[in-house]
């Protein structure tokens, strides 16, 4: 089922509890937000004759995830994908920010062992960066230390690895689009946290389909 998008609903409660008159909650909303979003969410439920998968959009106000219809919402989803508007403006797509993103079925026994330990690498190595950008805004990454310098590197590299041309944007940007297979996509992440691309410029993983397209410009 597709809910494009449930902030729509929450608006309309809202609209619905001004007219009848009654007092709003934090941030202007209607006091019975929870209540309304859980009895709409606990209905898309698989049954023993049926199972539903629900794929829902979600406005999130003024890009605050601590707003009270986006913790609500998040609350109920098992799986998120964030897109980024920064991410955007730094060409890198899809624009999902690889933080905020996230899945409760991301567990070792059912996206498998190795899958689980290379994403929370990842997790960490981007969550490292993250912290030191504004070290590096304020000092340059000259004055990091021989690790964070290659965290951050690390961190580079595999923002632009896990980067992928569209299909749909071929006219646009005249490179063809591209179709990574999940095992490609963990033995690339896999390479890079061991470090067998350390010599390797960042725009060489930019854009790419599976890690072994990756050149040096040797010329």
Known sequence: MLIDNIFRFI??????????????SRLGYQPTLATELAELEERICSTPAGAITSIQ????????FTDPSAVHTFGHLSASIVLSRKRASEGLY??????????????????????????QEIRR??????????????????ELSREDKRIVFR????????????FVTE????????????????????????????DYPEGSLYMIGSIREAKIDKS
């Open 11 to 24: 608006q309309a409660g809202s609209e619905v509890s001004g007219l009848m008159g009654q007092l709003p």
């Open 57 to 64: 959009a979600v406005y999130v106000p003024a890009d605050d």
């Open 94 to 119: 899809p624009a999902v920010d690889l933080l905020q993103s996230g899945s409760k079925m991301l567990m070792p026994d059912i996206a498998g062992e190795r899958h689980y330990r290379i994403a």
């Open 125 to 142: 190595t981007l969550t490292i960066y993250e912290e030191l950008k504004d070290i590096i805004a304020m000092l340059g990454i000259a």
């Open 155 to 166: 961190a580079r590299q595999l923002e632009r690895f896990l980067t992928q041309p569209f």
């Open 171 to 198: 006219q646009f940007i005249g490179t063809e689009g591209k179709i990574v297979a999940l095992e490609d996509s963990l033995e690339g992440c896999e390479r890079i946290l061991n470090d067998e691309f350390a």
